[in-house]
């Protein structure tokens, strides 16, 4: 058994410090899935640093009519908050689909934007996998691997990224707020995941000094009619094969708006900008919808056991956007 320090800070100076300071000292949220990696040896921290007792915990409107929600927010008072079900729809439907109710009792808001891939590679100690060591090699790519990537992968990495909420968020081009020692800067969400490129065991753009201290939901009224819809291989816990988060106005049977973001095929979540370019202005048929998700998805590239994807993101961004729009998705 490996010896682990804990550390209970009562403030986020104190926090910062402990891990500025404590060699191998790592944050510890609702740690559903630090401890996992823990128990698989995969993460080793020396110290454990519990920022769960520290006021991060709180959602309050901005002055701009958006949502500041606190890293350390539970997953279950995310989804269950009446602003944010009222104002961003999406972001509860995909807290709800993301896990389990025990599960989200306990996860954090910043703790389910840091988790790592699930793919069974990552855990197998057996396998070779450059995200748990880098130059390792890559089993995954040529394994069996129907939850790979489609979309960003490199010939290093095929993992994809897990988190539902992610999702919601880089469809609102919501921000994250981190603070270190040398201050609070702001990280578009779209900019928080990186793609795998030579080094896909950094998963973020986060530096190893600060903390995840909010989420920064933009006020955005097109929100009010967006959807996330979840392809998986089951209806209880389980990880996405794909997932749609869409957000659709209409006006005279036309798209005016759009915005889509795909989970379940990228190293992170994919914002579907090619789709949203090609769909704005035309008819709001179910033709258009699927010729603006087939042009998004001529970038992706799948393998023997993810060729379905292709197909199944097709389908899942037509099915979400035609019940946008016949929900009401007229402005």
């Not at 701009?64 to 995310?78: K, M």
Request: net charge negative; hydrophobic share 45%.
């Amino acid at each position: 058994m490996r010896p682990v320090s804990y550390a209970v800070p009562a403030s986020v100076d104190e926090a910062l410090a402990a891990i500025a300071d404590l060699p191998g000292a790592k944050f510890l949220g609702g740690g559903t899935n630090l401890v996992d990696l823990m128990r698989e040896g995969i993460e080793a921290p020396a110290v454990l640093v519990d920022v769960t007792r520290l006021p991060l915990a709180e959602i309050t409107e901005t002055a701009d009519g958006g949502l500041r929600i606190g890293s350390g927010v539970r997953n279950t008072d995310l989804a269950a908050h009446p602003l944010l079900r009222e104002r961003y729809p999406v972001v509860a439907q995909a807290v709800v689909m993301g896990a389990s109710g025990q599960i989200r009792n306990m996860a954090t808001v910043g703790g389910n934007l840091l988790q790592r891939t699930r793919c069974l590679y990552f855990y197998d100690h057996a396998a070779a996998c450059n995200k748990r060591e880098r130059g390792a090699g890559c089993d995954a790519a040529a394994g069996h691997n129907r939850m790979g990537a489609v979309l960003g992968a490199s010939e290093h990495c095929v993992a994809v990224h897990p988190s539902d909420l992610a999702v919601a968020l880089v469809l609102l081009d919501a921000q994250v707020e981190v603070v270190s020692r040398s201050g609070t800067r702001l990280i578009p969400i779209g900019d928080f995941h990186r793609l795998p490129g030579q080094t896909p065991d950094v998963d973020t753009t986060l530096a190893a000094d600060e903390l995840v201290t909010a989420v920064l939901l933009p006020p955005e009224p097109l929100a009010l009619r967006s959807r996330y819809r979840k392809v998986r291989d089951r209806a209880s816990y389980a990880f996405a094969l794909v997932s749609v988060a869409a957000a659709l106005e209409v006006r005279d049977d036309s798209v005016t708006q759009v915005r889509v973001a795909l989970g379940g095929v990228a190293h992170k979540p994919w914002r579907a900008t090619v789709l949203e370019e090609q769909l704005t202005g035309r008819p709001a048929t179910d033709e258009e919808f699927e010729r603006a998700a087939r042009a998004e998805l001529a970038q992706a590239v799948g393998g023997p056991d993810t060729e379905f994807k292709i197909g199944l993101a097709v389908r899942t961004i037509t099915a979400t956007l035609r019940q946008l729009r016949d929900e009401g998705g007229a402005a």
